[in-house]
C-alpha cells in the first residue's frame, strides 16, 4: 500500500466586503483510495463548510470570507490500494451493456467538444482491436502529437483548440484524450487532483489534469501528458470536464497567488516506504 502525505495553501486577498468561494481540494473517498487523516486551516475567523457531492463523491469546501487576506490550508494523509490488472484482459464495454450511471461520459461537453472530432477518430482508432489498448493508442496519439507548454493555454481553450495549437498543459491534453475516447463511444472522464512524481523541470508541484476512462467495469486511470505517476495520483474530483472540477471558483473581487503544493512518499502503517513508480499494468482506484 502506498502512503502519499500532502499539502495545499492557497492566499487571497479579497477587495469586497465579502467573497464566495467554492474549493475542491479535499481528497476524494473512493474504493481504493483511502483518506487517513486530514486537516483544515483557515486563517480567517471564518466556518468552512464540506459537502460531498452524492453522484460523483466530489468533496466541496464553501468559504464566506470578508475584506483583507485569506490563506487556506488543507493536508492529508492518504493511502492508495490500486486495483492492478492486465491491460490485455481489459475489454470495452459495449453501449447497451453501460450502466445508467456511466451514460453521462459518452456525450460531448463545454471542453470535450467529440461531436467535431467523429470524423478524425473513426479514422485514426475505429479499426483497432477494442479494449484497454486502443485507449492507451488514444491516449499515445494525443501525447505524440501534443507539445507540453506552460501558459499556452487559458481557461477558454477546448479539446479542438488542442488539436489545432498542438500544444497545452496537462488540462489540455486531458480533453482532447476525452473527446477522442467520446468519439468512439468510450465513457471518459476528468479528474483533478495532485500527482506525485512529477518532473521538477517543469516547475514546482502544482494540481495536475489526468483521465478516468470505463473500461472493463472500472474506471482506469490514464496520463495524455505523460508528465507524471499515475501510481502517484491523488484524486480530489472528477467531471465532464475542467468546467466541474476547478479547484477553486470564486464569486467576488479577489486576487490570488500561486497555490503551494508538496507531496511525499511516507511509511505506510506497516512501517514500509513504497515510492510510485511506473508501470505498464492497469491502475484503477475506482469502480
Request: proline share 5%.
Amino acid at each position: 500500500m502506498i502512503r502519499l502525505k500532502l499539502s495545499v495553501d492557497l492566499d487571497y486577498e479579497i477587495a469586497d466586503q465579502t467573497a464566495d468561494f467554492i474549493f475542491n481540494i479535499h481528497a476524494a473517498h473512493t474504493q481504493q483510495q483511502l483518506v487517513v487523516d486530514e486537516s483544515l486551516g483557515l486563517s480567517q475567523n471564518v466556518q468552512g463548510q464540506v459537502d460531498t457531492d452524492p453522484t460523483s463523491g466530489n468533496r466541496y469546501l464553501r468559504v464566506r470570507a470578508s475584506r483583507g487576506p485569506l490563506r487556506v490550508s488543507y493536508s492529508a494523509t492518504i493511502d492508495l490500494q490500486h486495483h492492478v490488472a492486465d491491460p490485455a484482459q481489459i475489454a470495452e464495454v459495449p453501449i447497451a451493456e453501460l450502466p445508467t450511471r456511466v451514460l453521462g461520459w459518452i456525450y460531448p461537453s463545454r471542453y470535450c467538444q467529440s461531436d467535431r472530432l467523429l470524423k478524425l477518430a473513426a479514422r485514426e482508432f475505429s479499426q483497432l482491436p477494442w479494449g484497454y489498448s486502443r485507449v492507451q493508442a488514444i491516449r499515445d496519439w494525443v501525447l505524440q502529437r501534443t507539445t507540453f507548454m506552460s501558459n499556452s493555454s487559458d481557461a477558454h481553450t477546448a479539446a479542438v483548440d488542442t488539436l489545432i495549437e498542438a500544444a497545452g498543459v496537462c488540462r489540455d491534453f486531458a480533453h482532447l484524450m476525452i473527446a477522442l475516447c467520446r468519439a468512439v463511444n468510450i465513457p471518459a472522464r476528468f479528474a483533478t487532483g495532485v500527482d506525485y512524481g512529477a518532473d521538477p523541470a517543469l516547475g514546482p508541484t502544482d494540481f495536475h489534469a489526468y483521465v478516468e476512462v470505463y473500461l472493463g467495469g472500472r474506471w482506469y486511470i490514464f496520463d495524455p501528458s505523460g508528465t507524471a505517476i499515475p501510481m502517484g495520483f491523488v484524486r480530489f474530483g472528477t467531471g465532464r470536464d475542467a468546467a466541474d472540477v476547478a479547484f477553486a471558483t470564486i464569486f467576488g473581487a479577489v486576487s490570488s497567488s500561486a497555490p503551494h503544493i508538496s507531496i511525499a512518499a511516507v511509511p505506510n502503517a506497516d512501517g514500509q516506504l513504497i515510492i510510485p513508480q511506473h508501470t505498464d499494468r492497469a491502475l484503477s482506484t475506482d469502480a
